[in-house]
């Protein structure tokens, strides 16, 4: 799979891997990146199986394109190298499978069999050198509507939002199995209350599955758009969605979450300016925020 480098200006972070090097307040991945404006966000970090992938979303006004950096022999991280997968204007929601380890994305590249043009799932296998070639989902999980946000945990249970299905909202979360046999997908619904007429997007989920993060514009909120949670409950439902709170929402934008490959760290966006906080950290204003 081709590679096509990019001009820009980026800082490198070596990876956090002891429980001491972990950051306990939001700091930003690329020290020194350029300051993003409203038309060249990035979000969606996210890290490979062996911790020496990362890939991130960004946008470029109406366009959104992947990026990828590799760890280097000194633990730095190479600068951003844009990743030339199939779509006509939009690659976004990159994820690697805790289950399977390829990195889940969404594209709105033409499915010429089905007549689609609208956003779906695909998925691409991590080389030592490069990448294999990118394959949608089938029929079964990408629909005639909007598929993506994909996130899928080491047991292979696949959380994506879609605009089909039974949504009551704009974005509806749903979570997939898919048949070892058939290669497809069965599709299940969120608990009720789960989701939101508001629509929900920026799937992460932790490497057991028992947690899951998304942005949403729902209240109690303490800025535009905030990042919320939800955990599994002992029987195996999910409970109620909560505000993450601070320190990782602020008044202004935060979004895009993504997970580390040991799950110690929580990646995001904090006004299209990619930041990273250790998990437990994050996880200290969970359920402070309330209705205004």
Known sequence: ??????????????????????????????????????????????????????????????????????????????????????????LTNPSFSFADGMLYYSSDADILERGQRDGNIWRVELMEDGWGTPEHLPASINTGAEELNPAMDSRGRLYFT????????????????????????????????????????????????????????????????????????EDGTWGTPRNLGAPVNTPGIDFGPGISSDGGILFFSREGELMMISLEAALEGVGTVSEN
């Open 1 to 90: 799979m081709k590679r096509v480098a990019i001009p820009l200006v980026f800082g490198v972070l070596a990876a956090c891997s002891q429980a001491s090097d972990l950051p306990t307040e939001a700091v930003p991945v690329l020290a020194e990146a350029e300051t993003p404006t409203a038309f060249t966000r990035a979000y969606g970090l996210t890290e490979s199986m062996d911790g020496m992938v990362r890939v991130f979303a960004r946008e470029q006004g109406d366009r959104t394109l992947l990026y990828e950096m590799r760890k280097q022999e000194d633990g730095s991280w190479s600068a951003p190298v844009q990743l030339d997968f199939p779509h006509r204007i939009k």
């Open 162 to 233: 879609s605009n089909g299905y039974d949504s009551v909202g704009g974005h509806d979360i749903f979570q997939a199995i898919e048949d070892d046999e058939s290669g497809e997908w069965k599709i299940s619904g969120m608990p009720d209350g789960f989701n939101h007429a508001r629509a929900d997007a920026h799937l992460a989920i932790t490497p057991d599955g028992g947690r899951i993060f998304f942005y949403s514009h729902r209240k109690p909120k303490l800025g535009v758009v905030d990042i919320w949670t939800a955990t599994r409950t």
